[in-house]
T-cell receptor, first 111, second 113 residues
Framework: GEDVEQSLFLSVREGDSSVINCTYT??????LYWYKQEPGAGLQLLTY?????DMKQDQRLTVLLNKKDKHLSLRIADTQTGDSAIYFC???????????FGKGTMLLVSP | DVKVTQSSRYLVKRTGEKVFLECVQD?????MFWYRQDPGLGLRLIYF???????EKGDIPEGYSVSREKKERFSLILESASTNQTSMYLC????????????FGPGTRLTVT
């Protein structure tokens, strides 16, 4: 079955690194995604990783994928107060273009 | 840049009213989606469409219908609004090819009283 799990809340200090974790259950996931949602707004795609990759880096963002453990993480370096938002992990499965989303992790960055 | 727009940011309707939520995308995407977002429940897929006049039920289609007469436009219809349909509604679009990344509109916060 399809299920994506995330912890609900993470609090960090400005300048620290943040690591948001996600687990998924379907081994046929082809792409995994991270989205960001600021208050009152829609979801913004941050990055995605293909399932045959282990890591992807994009400026302050690093995505790590452990396919054996079905574990995905998003690391934000030098976290800023503007990074405070809800972060969603999502997966696509097989040849389908629908995504399954986790419930989101609220990241709070304090000065 | 992909742009997905939704007809209203905030909407207040009465129980029993027929409600139309409209979504327009400008990037010639084949796929369009309607989600609702509720605290503690995350995003749940209501309906999606992979082509004009085509539609597929998502996880929670009951009480909703959709219409896609043109490629760029996807409408969500609440035939008879109920208070349990008070929610944030999000529209998204994507290409039909990998990596299937979806682009979202700003959302419509619907309150049914």
């Amino acid at each position: 079955g399809e299920d994506v799990e995330q912890s609900l809340f993470l609090s960090v200090r400005e300048g620290d690194s943040s690591v948001i974790n996600c687990t998924y259950t379907d081994s046929s996931s082809t792409y995994l995604y991270w989205y960001k949602q600021e208050p009152g707004a829609g979801l913004q795609l941050l990055t995605y990783i293909f399932s045959n990759m282990d890591m992807k880096q994009d400026q302050r963002l690093t995505v790590l994928l452990n396919k054996k453990d079905k574990h995905l993480s998003l690391r934000i370096a030098d976290t800023q107060t503007g990074d405070s938002a809800i972060y969603f992990c999502a997966e696509s499965i097989g040849g389908y273009s629908t995504l399954t989303f986790g419930k989101g992790t609220m990241l709070l960055v304090s000065p | 840049d992909v742009k997905v727009t939704q007809s209203s940011r905030y909407l207040v309707k009465r129980t029993g009213e027929k409600v139309f939520l409209e979504c327009v995308q400008d990037m010639d995407h084949e796929n369009m989606f309607w989600y609702r977002q509720d605290p503690g429940l995350g995003l749940r897929l209501i309906y999606f469409s992979y082509d004009v006049k085509m539609k597929e039920k998502g996880d929670i289609p009951e009480g909703y219908s959709v219409s896609r007469e043109k490629k760029e436009r996807f409408s969500l219809i609440l035939e008879s609004a109920s208070t349990n349909q008070t929610s944030m509604y999000l529209c998204a679009s994507s290409l039909r090819t990998t990596p299937y990344e979806q682009y979202f509109g700003p959302g419509t916060r619907l309150t049914v009283t």
